[in-house]
């Protein structure tokens, strides 16, 4: 596959009078070696090259060679123009994505925050349970206390009544 380049209409002069070569995609100075420019590649200088030479034949004209760089200027900017559209388009699906992201996110955080609600909200009950429960512990072991001496009390009463009175022999 030959590939074609372009050379800029303002370095064009200095190509065609020799003071700059072309290397692939590199315009070199024909004096010093060092690189004077980078061209573009075109696919649509291919298809345009027969023409220009024909044209250039025809007329003896440089301008056939401007016209044509012209040309092929115009194709290259319609096809990065091109580009950069379906470009923009594919930004356009990931900011779509990236939104559609968030909303889940602020959905999941919404979730995570419900479901910490709930769970505080069980855990409080539970706590309430459980000071419920030592309470009617605390309150059961205090009664059983007061039955005990109760009982206590009452049984050495009655051993003190046991000893105080006199058996009387009939």
């Known amino acids: 596959m030959t590939y074609s ?3 800029p209409p303002e ?3 200095m190509w065609e009078a020799g003071k ?6 590199l315009l070199i100075n024909a004096n010093g070696g060092g690189i004077v420019a980078h061209l573009q590649e075109t696919g649509a200088f291919s298809v345009i090259q027969p ?3 024909v044209l250039s034949s025809l007329t003896g ?3 056939a060679g401007s016209l044509v760089t012209g040309a092929i200027s115009v194709v290259q ?3 990065i123009k091109r580009r950069i559209d379906v470009m923009q388009s594919m930004l356009g ?3 779509g994505l990236q939104v559609a992201t968030l909303a889940g996110s602020i959905a999941s955080l919404g979730v995570s925050a419900a479901g910490t609600a709930i769970v505080c909200q069980r855990l409080e009950k539970l706590r309430r349970d459980v000071q419920s429960t030592h309470d009617s512990v605390l309150a059961f072991r205090n009664e059983w206390r007061a039955y005990e001496l109760q009982q206590l009390l009452e049984r050495r009463v009655s051993c003190l009544l046991c000893i105080a009175e006199p058996v009387h022999a009939s």
């Open 77 to 79: 900017n319609e096809q």
């Open 5 to 7: 380049f372009v050379v």
């Open 51 to 53: 023409l220009g030479s």
């Open 11 to 13: 370095l064009q002069a």
């Open 93 to 95: 699906a990931m900011q």
């Open 61 to 63: 004209v440089t301008s």
């Open 20 to 25: 700059l070569i072309r290397r692939g995609a």
